[in-house]
């Protein structure tokens, strides 16, 4: 319109790359501060005795958290690729459909709600809308 398109100022590749690197630091800048901010509390509130407690806790009780580290580092790369809208409507639709699946079976001790026709019907609505706002 003015003379000067979008191609003209950088290519897509490069606006990627910059985009993936202001990521990257801000997510090196997120870890940081958080560990930073845990090991200040840790410090200041003296509790160096909850050290030795740490080996009991199960295994499974650290999944969160590795969870939530490889979201963030996967809303960070899949953004970029394929588009904010779709990640999001993608995300929201997987995390309903896995709390069907995670009450029918009561897994992490969650109480059991067994599936009845109406999440059966339910889960078909979101995988179809799923699909039709991504294609």
């Known amino acids: 319109m003015f003379g000067c398109h979008y191609d003209d100022l950088f290519s897509h590749e490069q606006f990627r790359i910059q985009v993936c690197r202001f990521a990257d630091n801000r997510i090196r800048h997120f870890f940081a501060i958080a560990l930073i901010t845990a090991l200040l509390i840790f410090v200041i509130t ?3 005795d909850t050290i030795s407690k740490i080996k009991g806790i199960p295994v499974y009780l ?17 953004i970029p690729k394929i588009g904010a809208k779709k990640f999001f409507i993608l995300r929201v639709s997987g995390q309903i459909i896995m709390a069907i699946i995670v009450g029918h079976f009561g897994i992490l001790g969650s109480s059991r709600d067994l599936m009845a026709l109406k999440k059966y019907f339910g889960a078909a609505l979101v995988i179809a809308g799923v699909f039709f706002t991504t294609i």
Do not use: R
């Not at 650290?62 to 899949?78: D, H, K």
């Open 62 to 78: 650290y999944l969160p958290g590795a969870i939530s580290v490889f979201m963030i580092l996967g809303t960070t790369f899949l």
């Open 46 to 48: 003296g509790e160096y």
